[in-house]
């Protein structure tokens, strides 16, 4: 039994075969659209591009706020390598934020200790979906006049609720945020992604950017009456094809997301009593909801650890363990100095992911770990 299993909801083929019908098959057309205005209408996100990736879209991210070398940008070690990659592409020079001590996510309370007059944006990854604590990250950046750009790669529908209690879609809050549909996500589109521009100021040089620097879409909206290159950018956009998958997807979210929860809470309840081994579950806290992207365990040590991994290998289950922190990197060894950030390292050494998809058998995989 696999790690990851795509979930096909069985109009894919139908809806790339109205895209193929239509002939138009490159990007930003009828089903880029839907999507984004999907995004833009359930969640209240000011402004949608679809991308090939969250990859390219943490990159559009990062041309946008205007890094230029030497900018530091502040973000956790315990994170994919391409919410560091998209700014060091630009010069910057990475700081790296511990995890908190109940959760892999950042903690907030150390980031404004490292900002200095250098800083210039704040790229909170809300870990298994489970949101940040928005508003410190929102006061720092008030504070000291930085930019925040969620990566929401994992937290499609999950929310953030602060202290004046309303209830926030998460990659609504940030200045921009980007998500991914990768075939490892909860929604997905292959490879896939989407940058969100919340902050208006931001809004028309995305669309520039993400057309490779032309002004095409104003051109075809009839805004102008002819194109041209006029700013950096590049092919940012995915194909209808992709997009058409993307939209069968999003139809059955509700349907996918219903049963994601069915099985985090059944891994939940039926792993609770390793607590009294010393095995910690995940903790979602209070101002966040859980979108059931990941159920994870934490184990006492590494190598107790792996021999779960081993052991569940022996019955054909397959468990993984998660980020490398990136501080520990051999990239970021060869361009900086040696730091240690002790929860993101004990995260790396000691998180297990259970197998997660729409199709799980999970009865198989909790009798595995409880046996
Ligand atoms: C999956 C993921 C990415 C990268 O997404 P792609 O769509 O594969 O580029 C970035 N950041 C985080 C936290 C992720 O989980």
């Known amino acids: ?43 209240g996100f000011k402004k949608c591009f679809l991308t090939t990736s969250c990859t390219d879209a943490l990159e559009m991210a990062a041309i946008l706020a205007e890094i230029v070398p030497g900018d530091e940008v502040i973000m956790p070690s315990f994170t ?48 298994a979906g489970v949101a940040c604590d928005m508003d410190v990250i ?45 075939e490892t996500k909860n929604i997905i589109s292959g490879e896939g992604g989407m940058l969100v521009v919340n902050d208006e ?25 002819k194109y041209g290159w006029i700013d950096v950018g590049s092919s940012f956009l995915p194909s209808e094809i992709i997009a058409a998958f993307l939209w069968a997807q999003l139809v059955a979210l509700d349907k996918i997301q219903a049963r994601r929860k069915v099985i985090w809470n059944t891994y939940y309840d039926g792993l609770a009593e390793l607590q009294d081994l010393g095995i910690r579950l995940p903790k ?45 990197s051999p990239f970021y060894l060869s361009q900086g100095k040696e730091i240690s950030l002790r929860k993101s390292e004990e995260y790396s050494d000691s998180l297990v992911r259970l197998p997660f998809y729409y199709e799980l058998d999970i009865i198989r995989v909790l009798e595995g770990i409880l046996n």
Request: proline share 3%; with cysteine; charged share 20%.
């Open 1 to 43: 039994m696999g790690f990851n299993k795509p979930y096909l909801t069985g109009n894919e083929q139908v809806y790339i075969q109205e895209a193929i019908s239509g002939l138009h098959l490159s990007g930003n057309g009828q089903f880029t659209k839907k999507c984004q205005t999907f995004f833009e209408n359930r969640y």
């Open 284 to 328: 979602i806290p209070d101002f966040a909801t859980n979108n059931a992207h990941m159920f994870y365990l934490i184990m006492p040590s590494l190598e107790e650890r792996s021999l779960l991994i081993y052991k569940m290998r022996q019955t054909d289950i397959h468990l993984v363990f998660h980020y490398q922190s990136l501080h520990n």
């Open 201 to 225: 100021r931001f809004i028309e040089r995305a669309e520039i950017i993400w057309e490779k620097g032309t002004n095409r879409a104003a051109f075809f909206r009839g805004d102008i009456d």
């Open 80 to 127: 994919f390598v391409s919410t560091a990659n998209a700014f060091v592409l630009r010069g910057a020079k990475i700081v790296f934020c511990d995890s908190r001590s109940d959760h892999p996510g950042m903690d907030e309370s150390l980031i404004e200790s490292l900002v200095t007059p250098r800083t210039k944006a704040i790229v909170p990854v809300h870990y």
């Open 138 to 182: 929102m006061a720092v950046a008030n504070k000291y006049n930085l930019l925040v750009i969620e990566d929401a790669a994992q937290a499609i529908d999950s929310f953030y609720t602060g202290e004046d209690g309303v209830k926030r879609p998460l990659g609504s809050i940030g200045h921009m945020a980007a998500f991914s549909f990768h």
